[in-house]
């Protein structure tokens, strides 16, 4: 927890103010509980994100962007999601945009220069 001094003084940082998986996991009990399912699903997501380290999170919304990457780029995403930051939830979704990237025409053909 900071007190009001370290943030008046500038002594916080980005790290000190995240949300944990377990807090986040929390606020989806309480959002499903209340019948909100898909914010309960939100921060379901949210929760398992906070073990990817913020470069592959960037790397990741850079290659969801439309005609950005060819399918199986984004299976290799949703792969290593599952396996190696144990995040299903997320793994799932990246397969969900990737059938929607199919039916809309917007995967790239080949892999665009970045």
Do not use: C
């Not at 499903?32 to 997501?45: F, S």
């Not at 399918?71 to 599952?82: S, V, Y």
Request: no cysteine; hydrophobic share 45%.
């Amino acid at each position: 927890m900071f007190h009001r001094q370290a943030l008046r003084g500038g002594r916080l940082s980005a790290g000190d103010m995240r949300a944990t998986d377990e807090t986040l996991l929390r606020q989806a009990a309480v959002a499903g509980a209340r019948g909100r399912t898909q914010l309960a699903e939100n921060l379901a997501r949210a929760a398992e994100l906070t073990a990817v380290p913020d470069d592959v999170i960037l790397e990741i919304y850079t290659a969801l962007r439309p005609h950005r990457s060819p399918a199986a780029e984004l299976e290799a995403w949703a792969e290593r999601l599952a396996t190696d930051y144990g995040a299903p939830r997320v793994a799932a979704f990246v397969r969900e945009a990737k059938a929607a990237y199919v039916e809309r025409g917007l995967l790239a053909t080949a892999k665009a220069p970045r």
